[in-house]
């Protein structure tokens, strides 16, 4: 008999990468060995299921492993449906080069699985894409497996002496691949079918010269794995002295014969061993036995297969059971169980006979070098019509050169003109950039020139105010001999100079502000909040406002200038104090924000109308407003507070309403 091994990852070596997954097929395969095949399967599922960082290299072998399982338990449906996921799980994701081993097998598998389901075309085209793979990588393990299976399907086709030299190719193919368990066992399947094929075409010594070469591949590497494997190799011992019997029998060797086959018989009819084979074996046994007229002996082998047979059916042993049943019966002179025997015979052999008919005629390898000749014509075709392409592209190209080059003349002589005009205007434009750099020089000379105007006048009005409101508190510490009118106009004196003492600060912080260092440092911006608004809360009082602060308890670090950013709150806060109504209410809020912080400032304010939101920042601003208690507009707080902002590289924008009031964000970043 011919022994079809599972194809696994035995002609290639597997990544570092898959080697979680080589673990749990081990111990899945030594569930599966020790005939525990359903439980197999679900600890496979379930271990795989629970894996992490699964990669395409271990879903492929995920569903390899599942196929081998199923096909060798001889489920179909399963088998087909991990095949086709093989196949999917690499085209799908473009792996066809980088995984180019699992691709061979994938595709050879499912060449396999159509070739025995009789879908010829649709197998040869998997076949020719399997062997191009492994060609291509130049992969002799996997070409190995093409090759077999050539001689396994022209043995199948009875046509044993063209079978013999592809087994021998695949012999020395594979005899290069890693010696693992898979690859030892495929060496010794090949060498026992060179003995078959030379047995079929009557070389029985020769047949016997492969069968012992098959025992000595056994003998040689049994001790090379674990006793675990031991089993595997008792197997491929009994299938080749069983054949080796075979061959004996039919060289008249009967002694010999029923030593190897009883030898062959006793280990495979073991639980979980290769029953079929001892099925076979004993028929083969009991035609010995028949020749020699022991038909005790053989019927006693023959009831053992029948009751075999009734618990694992297989036609090709029913078949060959039943020729040895009429051939009994026949001797025995009892025709009529003869006859009914030889009816099944020849019903089952019509029945096998039809199934391979079409298998007979059938040559693998040459219509898989007819879909290679035919991919060269398509690829020749290809290159006849690129080089028709590159005619025309060439013909376009000579055209196209007489065409640019008669516009190339043209347009030299124009090209002389426009490189006079161009010389003209880029004189002109070298003197208009000039012309705007002294501009832009005086611009920066006279903005300087501002600064150090606005420094002085600010700087100069400080005296004369403070000294203006000194004389006036003097003044008014004798308001007991001032009268009512005399002490109104003190007051009004007072918040005059108090008005004008800020503004010159104003000024003297837009002068300096751009020009001068800023010294930041971490500062715990909650606490700076509460303590500016603390602060404020008297000035409110006078309005009858209150500010309601919401800020975290907890301390907030950010890398800023605590002067300046109190000059921020105080601004934005005044602001909204000024242009709000007595009696209402102002929220300050602050709260860390992406990278920085964010502080709020809502109040419930007149707004600001839309047509001057765009100019409330600018300086010395035409959108200036009087308070709603009549307070004096300057212009000055929000630009400088959006100028301080600025240098910290943060943001400030507001949300308003006229008549809803008017909401101020500023947003500091961390650093």
């Given at each position: ?81 991990y095949i086709d996921s093989m196949v999917y799980v690499i085209e799908n994701t473009g792996e066809e ?214 618990s694992n059916y297989s036609q090709k042993v029913a078949l060959r059971w039943n020729n040895i049943m ?180 104003d000024l003297l912080e837009v002068a300096t502000l751009s020009d001068e260092k800023l010294f930041k ?151």
């Open positions: 008999m011919i022994i079809l091994a599972a194809c696994n990852s035995g002609f290639q070596t597997r990544e570092q990468s898959a080697i979680s997954v080589d673990t749990l097929i081990d111990r899945a395969t030594d569930l599966y060995e020790a005939g525990h095949g359903d439980a197999a399967i679900r600890y496979f599922d379930s271990a795989f299921a629970a894996k992490e960082d699964i990669t395409i290299r271990d879903k492929f072998y995920y569903y390899h492993y599942l196929y081998e399982v199923n096909r060798n338990m001889g489920r179909s449906a399963p088998e087909r449906k080069d980088t995984m180019a081993d699992e691709y061979a097998m994938a595709n050879f598998a499912k060449a396999d699985y159509l070739l025995q389901d009789k879908q010829y075309n649709e197998a040869y085209q998997y076949y020719y894409k399997a062997k191009a793979s492994a060609q291509k990588n130049n992969d002799s393990c996997a070409l190995s497996h093409y090759v077999y299976k050539i001689g396994i399907v022209l043995y199948r086709a009875e046509r044993y002496w063209k079978a013999i030299p592809y087994f021998k190719e695949a012999y020395t193919l594979f005899n290069t691949c890693e010696k693992n368990i898979t690859a030892v066992n495929r060496l010794q399947e090949i060498t026992d079918n060179i003995g078959l094929c030379y047995a079929k075409e009557g070389a029985y010594d020769t047949a016997i010269v492969f069968y012992d070469s098959a025992l000595s591949i056994a003998h040689r590497f049994r001790d090379s794995f674990p006793a675990t494997k031991n089993r595997l190799f008792d197997m491929a011992e009994a299938v080749a002295r069983g054949n080796k019997g075979a061959a004996y029998f039919a060289l008249g060797k009967k002694d010999t014969a029923e030593k190897e086959m009883l030898a062959s018989i006793a280990i495979n009819m073991q639980k979980d061993y290769d029953n079929h084979d001892a099925q076979l074996t004993s028929i083969r046994l009991a035609d010995l036995y028949l020749t020699e007229s022991k038909f005790d002996k053989a019927r006693q082998l023959l009831d053992r297969v029948r009751e075999w047979q009734d009429w051939q009994y019966w026949a001797r025995q002179h009892n025709d009529t169980k003869a006859f009914a025997y030889l009816l099944r015979y020849k019903t089952l052999t019509d029945s096998l006979d039809e199934a391979e008919k079409k298998l007979r005629f059938i040559d693998i390898d040459e219509k898989v070098k007819g879909l290679e000749k035919q991919n060269q014509i398509n690829v020749l075709q290809k290159r006849d019509e690129t080089k028709k392409l590159y005619l025309v592209i060439a013909v376009f190209l000579c055209v196209t050169a007489v065409t640019v080059s008669f516009l190339v003349y043209k347009n030299y002589r124009e090209s002389k003109e426009n490189l006079r005009k161009l010389q003209e205007l880029n004189d002109q434009i070298v003197e208009q950039k000039s012309i705007l750099q002294k501009a832009l020089d005086d611009v920066a000379k006279v903005g300087k020139e501002k600064d150090r105007i606005l420094k002085a006048v600010s700087h100069d009005m400080r005296s004369p105010v403070n000294s203006a409101m000194a004389l006036i508190d003097l003044l008014l510490m004798e308001k007991d001999n001032l009268t009512e009118d005399q002490l109104a106009y003190l007051n009004l004196m007072r918040d005059s100079c108090g008005n004008a003492l800020s503004l010159t600060t440092s971490p500062v715990d911006i909650n606490a700076l909040i509460r303590s500016a608004i603390e602060l404020l809360r008297f000035k409110a009082a006078e309005k009858s406002q209150v500010i309601e602060v919401s800020v975290a308890d907890e301390p907030f670090a950010i890398n800023i200038n605590r002067e300046k950013i109190t000059r921020v709150i105080n601004n934005l806060v005044n602001n909204a104090m000024k242009f709000s109504p007595s009696g209402s209410e102002i929220l300050v809020s602050g709260a860390p924000a992406a990278d920085g912080y964010n502080i709020t400032v809502k109040d419930q304010g007149i707004g600001i109308p839309a047509e001057i939101q765009d100019k409330v920042f600018d300086i010395f601003t035409e959108a200036k407003r009087f308070g709603t208690s009549g307070e004096q507009p300057y212009g000055l707080g929000l630009s400088i507070t959006r100028q301080i902002v600025d240098v910290h590289h943060g943001r400030i924008w507001f949300e308003s309403e006229p008549g809803q009031g008017t909401t101020f964000h500023v947003f500091l970043p961390l650093a």
